[in-house]
Every structure is written in C-alpha cells, then in structure tokens.
T-cell receptor
Framework: AQSVSQHNHHVILSEAASLELGCNYS??????LFWYVQYPGQHLQLLLK??????LVKGIKGFEAEFIKSKFSFNLRKPSVQWSDTAEYFC????????????FGKGTTLSVSS | GAVVSQHPSRVICKSGTSVKIECRSL??????MFWYRQFPKQSLMLMAT?????????EQGVEKDKFLINHASLTLSTLTVTSAHPEDSSFYIC????????????FGPGTRLTVL
C-alpha cells in the first residue's frame, strides 16, 4: 500500500534560518509528488509538484524540493524562512494515472519566530 | 487556474440530523472528485473517490450508508452526512480532477462541520 512519511512533526525556527522538511514515500510504481501548505484557518495550497524531468523543482514563495528516486524522498527546502511561513506542510503522493487520490503524510507544523 | 468551491464553509447541526456539503468545479469539468476528512492537527484522510455518473468508491472503514456521495454532473459532487453525531465533527475537503489536467487535483476550501 502507498504511504507517505514526514519525519518532523513540529519544527521551530527563527526568521532567516534555513528549512528542510523530510518526506519519504512508499509505492512500487511511478508517482507524482506534491507539497501543500495550509496556513492557519485557510485551505490547502499547492507549493510545488514533481511529475517528471528535472528532480529539483521550484515552487512558490521561494520553496524548492528535490526528488531522489533511490531514496524515495522528496524533501522540501527553503534557504531563509519568514514569519509568514508559519503553517502546516503536507507531503502527498499519487500514482501517475488518472483518477487516483492523493495520499498525504501526517504533516509538519512549522513555527517561525520573528 | 482551476477553481473548486465548497458550500457551506461552516455548518453546525444537532445530533441526528443530516447535512449536505456541495463541491463544485467552477471553470472545468471534473471527471473525478475526492472527499477527504481532516481532524484537528491531523492529516487529510481519503474517504471516497467518485467518478461522474457512477457509484463512489469508499475507503476501508468509511461507512457508505453514513456518508452518501453523489456525483451527478461533471461540475458537482455532494457529500451527505446522514444522522450526524458529534464524532462526525470534522473538516471535510473535496478535490477535483479534470480531463484537462489528469495529473493534478484542485482542492476546495473545506467545510467545517460541528455536530452538537
């Protein structure tokens, strides 16, 4: 069965610190990979996605993620976080075919202090 | 971009009543819609997958008679929580996938259900 594991439950950083959130997935076939962000009281927003091609993908708000196939990982990074990045971050995966649902990780709460 | 709406955004109901939540794709035809449930401080859990014109496929542990899903058109899916109880209180989120973007889903803003 597919599964997504996010290693960090709660990350606390100061502004300007660098961020890396871990995500590993378990799936036997070809997958699409996503990172979503959920700001307090708001709905899910797509940060970035990987379907194929360059394994280093850049998303909105300065976020990027690297797909390492051999490690089944898709870690999220940002070189310098801001207070406004405080949110819940979800890694998700689905099989690369139409009509397949996303499987989400448990999420990582990021708290950034100013 | 593709927009998905949900209505209502919040609903409070008494135990034993039924609540209907609508999910609409506003600017594309959604061949597949997904319903998720999110408990506070937890991740999204898939409840069911529905394709237009056919019966929904429910995930293990989700009662199909309690959570009725209808996907009667390419732009509308509804989730009805029947005989709601306090333990059904949660955040319900739908997402939609269309033929134009088979590899991406677009999420609605969610519906907060509180059962008293």
């Amino acid at each position: 069965a597919q599964s997504v594991s996010q290693h960090n439950h709660h990350v606390i950083l100061s502004e300007a610190a660098s961020l890396e959130l871990g995500c590993n997935y378990s799936y036997g076939g070809t997958v699409n990979l996503f990172w979503y962000v959920q700001y307090p009281g708001q709905h899910l927003q797509l940060l970035l996605k990987y379907f194929s091609g360059d394994p280093l993908v850049k998303g909105i708000k300065g976020f990027e993620a690297e797909f390492i196939k051999s490690k089944f990982s898709f870690n999220l990074r940002k070189p310098s976080v801001q207070w406004s990045d405080t949110a819940e971050y979800f890694c998700a995966v689905n099989a690369r075919q139409a009509g397949t649902a996303l499987i989400f990780g448990k999420g990582t709460t990021l708290s950034v202090s100013s | 971009g593709a927009v998905v709406s949900q209505h209502p955004s919040r609903v409070i109901c008494k135990s034993g009543t039924s609540v209907k939540i609508e999910c609409r794709s506003l600017d594309f035809q959604a061949t597949t819609m997904f319903w998720y449930r999110q408990f506070p401080k937890q991740s999204l859990m898939l409840m069911a997958t529905s394709n237009e014109g056919s019966k929904a496929t429910y995930e293990q542990g989700v009662e199909k008679d309690k959570f009725l899903i209808n996907h009667a058109s390419l732009t509308l899916s509804t989730l009805t929580v029947t005989s709601a109880h306090p333990e059904d209180s949660s955040f319900y989120i739908c997402s939609a996938q269309g033929e134009h973007r088979l590899d991406e889903q677009f999420f609605g803003p969610g519906t907060r259900l509180t059962v008293l």
